[in-house]
């Protein structure tokens, strides 16, 4: 017996964007309202903890290029040089990481957004049109 091919693409049933977890279209507008005001803080604190991120690469950076010249000089050791170098790759992760972050909560805000728009426009009544003669 022959079975025939499955379809190109499987269809998905529904597409239901998720906010933390749960459906966005399940929440309330008052749950809402406030995962809002929580994404608004974690954003402003995610974005602090980025500035931090990039100053202190930038530092990391600095630094490697200073134990590079002195390396050369002998002044400083093979280890520290390596140790420096290790830094500025981890602080470059750790700057990605930051910045994504930063990026998840932004997209994660704007959802919220266009949901809470969503509801307000639902609840808004809508007025009957005039009857044209």
Known sequence: MLVPPPPPTIPAAVHIPFISGVPAELMSEADLKHHRDELAVHLAKASREAAEQETAHKERGERAVLFDSLYKEGVVSR?????????????????????????????????TDARLKELAAQKQPRTPSKKRK
């Open 79 to 111: 280890r520290e040089l390596e140790n420096a170098q290790r830094d500025v790759r981890q602080g470059e992760e750790d700057l990605t990481d930051a910045r994504l972050k930063v990026t998840d909560l932004e997209l994660e805000l704007k959802r």
